[in-house]
């Protein structure tokens, strides 16, 4: 079962391969695409195949992932990801390359991303983002995710102090379950009226 291809109208999502290095380098190594994430833009295709290999292949080689190439169907070069992290929180996260964006791609791939964690038993999924950074906020919504509360994190490895909202979405019809772990680990938290 470990990462099922799933198909949307416009897209094809399936595992990553040693073939895509050049295009997840095209993805990893852009400055405005990578400016909310948690590593720095990756720099050649060394640094996209350790990127690879940590990130993607150690995936595929447990007995459940969900870390996908978004692909348009007339083109199997992938353009983004999504992913839903297998442990708790089930962070859910994504990318996309600029020429893609406000299209609606990564809504359609999360959405078929979140039906199949639904069909596999997750209880739930989270997601964060930068509160400057509101568009990925309107992903999460967008997927239906509902924003849940705030909280401030010393983020690593970039070294700085960044407000992150929490979205949520129940999978296990418990809508009233909240994830509290990083509302726990910070000192600075609230809940913010959007």
Known sequence: MNT???ETKRLLLRKFTENDLEALFQLLRDEEVN??????PVKNLAETRKFYEERYAAKYAQPQAYA?????????????????EAEEPYDFGYGLRK??????????????VIEQVRKDGLAYITATHDRNNPRSGSVMQACGMKYVYTYEELWQPKNILVWFRLYQ?????????????YWDKSDHHMIESL
């Open 4 to 6: 099922p291809a799933l």
């Open 35 to 40: 400016r909310y994430l948690p590593w720095y």
């Open 68 to 84: 996908y190439a978004v692909c348009r169907k007339q083109d199997p070069c992938p353009i983004g990801y999504v992913h839903v």
């Open 99 to 112: 020429e893609f964006w406000r299209q609606g791609i990564i809504t359609e791939a999360g959405r078929a």
């Open 169 to 181: 979405l129940s999978l296990n019809g418990c809508p009233d379950f909240v994830y509290r772990g």
